[in-house]
């Protein structure tokens, strides 16, 4: 029998001059401007691109598959934002810069709004200053934050019933 899905609805910082806000899913879409999406591998960056095109209706696109696009603002639905998945694997499988492949086409398509998935190792403040001088503005950059340990044991309940989600999360908090 498949694993259980279930989504789980996730906390983020938006980073700002002074430090870092937390904020939830209904605050990141209320948010103005661009938004860069920053995590770990499988923290769920994914999930939540899919949770907020579910919530937007709009289907989110690969960061290849917009690079790709023979004409992006097709991929683009009027009055909400482009959701870009991925661009870490982008960067991983393309030659040259992913970023400025983005940014091309976001300029092709007419620089619409967009919230951005990536790996935050993956991301440079030189971006940020590229998708400035095509905005005229500085995107928000967020943080995925950690699932708490509530949250972890629930998820692996729901997707490892037969596992003793407190053994795994301990021997896990002990080798760090």
């Not at 919530?55 to 009027?78: D, G, Q």
């Not at 870490?88 to 300029?107: F, K, P, T, Y």
């Not at 500085?138 to 407190?166: F, N, Q």
Request: proline fraction near 8%; hydrophobic fraction near 45%.
């Amino acid at each position: 029998m498949p694993p259980a899905t279930a989504y789980f609805p996730r906390r983020l910082s938006v980073s700002d001059p002074i430090g870092a806000t937390p904020i939830g899913e209904t605050e990141l879409l209320a948010l103005a401007g661009n938004k860069i999406v920053l995590g770990e591998p499988g923290m769920g960056k994914s999930e939540l691109i899919r949770e907020l095109g579910q919530r937007l209706a709009v289907e989110p696109v690969t960061a290849i598959r917009f690079i790709n696009a023979k004409n992006p603002a097709k991929l683009v639905a009027a009055g909400k934002p482009l959701l870009i998945d991925g661009l870490d694997e982008a960067m991983s499988r393309r030659e040259g810069d992913a970023i400025d492949a983005i940014l091309a086409q976001l300029e092709e398509a007419n620089a619409p709004p967009f919230i951005l998935s990536c790996r935050s190792r993956e991301w440079q403040a030189r971006s940020a200053t590229n998708l400035r001088q095509l905005y005229g503005a500085e995107p928000k950059i967020l943080t995925l934050e950690p699932l708490v340990r509530a949250e972890a044991r629930a998820y692996l309940a729901l997707k490892h019933p037969g596992v003793d989600a407190d053994r795994v999360l301990d021997h896990l908090a002990a080798h760090s």
